[in-house]
């Protein structure tokens, strides 16, 4: 297939299309580099620097594309708080504007980056697809604003559209010459902080608050390995059915407190990880723990990599080769 992957020198993005490729699709990828990298784009691939607010410069029928992945996003909860327009521009506007050069191109699938943020404070665990949805944040509610437009999307005009909730993503992908892990600037995900504090970059990790009703009082978060999240987009490009909008899950089903993630970070790191209990953040449940029943029935998905010494392992090779350099 003939795929277009916004954010495709982000994190997530950069994997999947290092999957694509090698899986023999072509692939075009759109990042305007605002948090993307620009050594983690496949030389194999076509790069456009532009905003997704542009796609239709890309997305014309003529180019004739067979599908879009769409990662392109701002992604701190934290940061959505305080700048919204900035969020409610990017990620909803700038996805409506690609929703409708889609259209206007004819591209008949599309697969968006979803999260668990859609669903706010559980109200059962661990969660389906079908669980109430109130984001606490407006990061989620920007999502879920997109996720809400691809099903009208789907039945108004035949779009083959599939969204995937991802839970925590962890863990890097490193397979023959390639190298690609996570690299947020600032970063605000638990285990890259606690790698940094395990390198002498920082002093302490700040655990948010240890009075939460679980094992050991940290909150409790479900990790995927990035390895693992990436195949399921290729999974999905192979069930995305015209003027059907589907919705997975993806994440372990098992859930791991703060404190569990730093002692594994001691383990493979070999370093103590002082940490700091701070006060709670403001809208932070307890516990999001996913139910990806659907993804495993529907997709076919198995996670081949979900222990957390297994993302923290491949976290850190990265970390050490690529990053501390
Ligand atoms: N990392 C996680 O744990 C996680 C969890 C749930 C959902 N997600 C979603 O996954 C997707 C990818 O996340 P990531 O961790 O790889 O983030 P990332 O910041 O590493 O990648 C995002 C990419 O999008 C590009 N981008 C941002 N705004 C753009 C714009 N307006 N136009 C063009 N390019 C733009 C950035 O330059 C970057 O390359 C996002 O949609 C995010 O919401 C991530």
């Not at 580099?33 to 239709?56: K, M, N, S, W, Y």
């Not at 701002?74 to 708080?81: D, K, N």
Request: hydrophobic residues 45%.
């Amino acid at each position: 297939m003939k795929l277009l992957v916004t954010g495709g020198a982000g994190y997530i993005g950069s994997v999947v299309t290092r999957m694509l490729l090698d899986a023999g699709h072509q692939v075009v990828v759109l990042d305007d580099l605002r948090t993307g990298h620009a050594e983690a784009l496949a030389p194999e691939a076509t790069f456009v620097q532009a905003r997704i607010h542009d796609a239709a410069t890309v997305l014309t029928r003529e180019a004739g594309f067979d599908g879009v992945l769409h990662f392109a996003a701002l992604i701190a909860a934290g940061e959505s708080m305080v700048h919204p327009e900035r969020y409610w521009d990017v990620n909803t506007i700038g996805s409506l504007a690609l929703l409708d050069a889609v259209r206007a191109a004819g591209v008949p699938r599309l697969v968006f980056s979803s999260t668990a943020a859609v669903y706010g404070n559980p109200v059962e665990l661990p969660i389906p697809e079908t669980a109430v949805k109130a984001p606490t944040s407006t990061y989620g509610a920007t999502k879920l604003a997109v996720d809400m437009a691809l099903t009208s999307e789907a039945i108004a005009h035949n779009l083959a559209a599939v969204s995937l909730r991802y839970f925590n993503v962890a863990g890097a992908y490193l397979t023959g010459e390639t190298a690609l892990g996570e690299r947020h600037d600032p970063e605000s995900h638990l285990i890259p902080i606690a790698l940094d504090v395990a390198a002498g970059r920082r002093e302490k990790l700040q655990l948010f608050g240890d009075d939460y009703p679980t094992v050991d009082g940290t909150c409790v978060r479900d990790y995927i390995h990035v390895e693992d999240l990436a195949r399921a987009h290729l999974l999905a490009l192979g069930v995305a059915t015209p003027g059907q909008h589907r919705i997975y899950n993806l994440g372990n089903g098992n859930g791991f407190t703060n404190r569990q993630v730093v002692d594994v970070v001691r383990e493979v790191t070999g370093h103590p990880v002082p940490v700091e209990v701070a006060p709670r953040r403001e809208g932070d449940p307890a516990e999001l723990v996913a139910s990806s029943q659907l993804a495993r029935d529907e997709l076919g998905w198995v996670p081949a990599k979900p222990t957390l010494h297994d993302m923290v392992g491949d976290a850190w090779a990265f970390y050490r080769a690529h990053i501390l350099g």
